[in-house]
């Protein structure tokens, strides 16, 4: 298990930018696949990007192919997702969440998750 506090939600303007990160504590961070998820108010969780230890492996969800980035700095142990071109329906709670090992885009393979930042985007 690892610790995880994301950062950088708010409200933008639709066709604006944020940029979240999700710090983590413990020195295994490069062991982790780490992922972004979202839940809009009455929704289920939904998967955003992943990304694998390395940076080498990443998908996104066809919602957001395009306009998010999903990076990470393993010797900052934080990963980060770009959102740009923003939108009304990404607006969300959006939580990082750590996988050990394997690169997956499974809610259910994530053991660690962090507590939610909320992004609203204006229209």
Do not use: H
Not at 49 to 61: E, L, P, Q, R, T
Not at 82 to 109: F, H, I
Request: hydrophobic letters at 35%; a positive charge; proline letters at 1%.
């Amino acid at each position: 298990q690892v610790q995880l506090v994301e950062s950088g939600g708010g409200l933008v303007q639709a066709g604006g930018s944020l940029r979240l990160s999700c710090a983590t504590s413990g020195r295994t961070f490069s062991s982790y696949t780490m992922g972004w998820f979202r839940q809009a108010p009455g929704k289920e969780r939904e998967f955003v990007a992943v990304i694998n230890w390395s940076g080498g492996g990443i998908y996104y969800s066809d919602s957001v192919k395009g306009r998010f980035t999903i990076s990470r700095d393993n010797a900052k142990n934080t990963a980060y997702l770009q959102m740009n071109s923003l939108k009304a329906e990404d607006t969300a709670v959006y939580y990082c969440a750590a996988a050990l090992g394997v690169l997956t885009t499974r809610a259910v393979d994530f053991g660690s998750w962090g507590q939610g930042t909320q992004v609203s985007v204006s229209s």
